[in-house]
């Protein structure tokens, strides 16, 4: 079959997963729907998972079960992600990471969204996220006022949406300069383009497991400085005070992480130049109230002021 016949692509980057990549493939071979094509791009592995990859596109690749695998050598997964982007000529794409499952009729799931009458450019979802100390959450994803999800609760993350190949691309692809929140940044520049978008509703069919080594896996102080250039990306891309100034928000949480964890350095340089750009007395003291609560440790302070943003 022509690759063109494909009307969804999965890409998934792959780098260094020899243990643990088999759940992740195996999940992807007991997809329901046909045709599927499945792009994976070894982001230079120095272990057993080229192989590991090999011997999986032997025993499954079909007729209707078409399977490429790519290879990228700069570093990071924004670049391997563009480099499966570069090869996909299906409608529609969807990103999938190497420690994550899908259930059976997950793209399925998808697909029956996208032939929704109202052809959404975007189909989402919850997800099950399963993090280091065995504690599971729902990670929501919001078509209501999605800019502000995106920004604040990573809406917009790699599992939890599908979409129209050509408005990945109309929005520029991933930003190979972004090294966190790489995910949050391009649904933002997403976001600005308008889509048309529909959530699909019931239990979750993808699981994420948070590895040790993952980026947000054991804290943010570690990452620091990667999650700020994303915010400071996403700002950039952004063309009104409101929006921004959710931007600042956004950092002022940060900020209060990094105290939570300890890092007051972090925090306090954080959170001097979030306030240096707020001249507003009323949101300056929101700004202090949402540090104050993230900084120890209580949850739920970006909902808590929603209302006044």
Known sequence: MDNTQFPITIIMPVYNRAAIVGRTLRSIATQTFRPLRVIIVDNGSTDG????????????ENAGFSIDILHESIPGAPAAR????????????????????????????AMKGFRHPSRPDIVGWDATIHDIHSHTRRAIFSAASPLWHDIMNGGMATQRYAARTSIIRKAGGWNTSIHGWNDIELGARILRLSPTMMKLRGAPTVEIFQQCESITGTGFTQGAGKWEASLDAIEATLDTARHRRWVHLRRTHLAGLYASEGSPALSN????????????????MLFHAVYALTSRRIRGALVLFRPFF
Do not use: Q
């Open 49 to 60: 998972t080229a192989t590991v990859v090999a011997d999986w596109k032997e025993e499954n």
């Open 82 to 109: 563009n480099r499966g982007l570069a090869e996909t000529t299906s409608e529609y794409v969807m990103f999938f990471d190497s420690d994550d499952i899908m259930h059976p009729t997950h793209v399925e799931r």
């Open 269 to 284: 340089k954080l959170m001097a130049s979030t306030l240096s750009t707020e001249r507003c007395p009323f949101y300056r």
